[in-house]
């Protein structure tokens, strides 16, 4: 059974930063992919950002430049640095690891809440 534990969200300010904070147990091969989603109120969930076991990166164009996503694979963590944050990027966060066919689990969710 493999879980998915995200931490770091709270309220800021605009302007202001956060980090999220993912980590996975149990069972997990190492060759995965870790992806970062948000869902805004009455939104769909996006994909923010994603980093690949070999470091990999790529993001949302409304983040670039703004977040940054990194991992360490002894702790099965990732992160994501938030900086320069808008009311915009307000929305619950979830993690989400992949690999294989088969092996696809999320988080619970973190929220952020940016306000003006």
């Known amino acids: 059974q493999v879980q998915l534990v995200e931490s770091g969200g709270g309220a800021v300010q605009a302007g202001g930063s956060l980090r999220l904070s993912c980590a996975a147990s149990?069972?997990?091969?190492?060759?995965?992919?870790m992806t970062w989603y948000r869902q805004a109120p009455g939104k769909q969930r996006e994909p923010v950002a994603t980093?690949?076991?070999?470091?990999?990166?790529t993001y949302a164009e409304s983040v670039k430049g703004r977040f940054t996503i990194s991992r360490d694979n002894a702790k099965n963590t990732v992160y994501l640095q938030m900086n320069s944050l808008k009311p915009e990027d307000t929305a619950v966060y979830y993690c989400?690891?992949?690999?294989?066919?088969?092996?696809?689990?999320w988080g619970q969710g973190t929220q952020v809440t940016v306000s003006s």
């Open positions: 980093i690949s076991s070999a470091g990999s990166t």
């Open positions: 989400r690891i992949q690999w294989g066919m088969r092996n696809d689990y």
């Open positions: 149990g069972s997990i091969f190492s060759i995965n992919v």
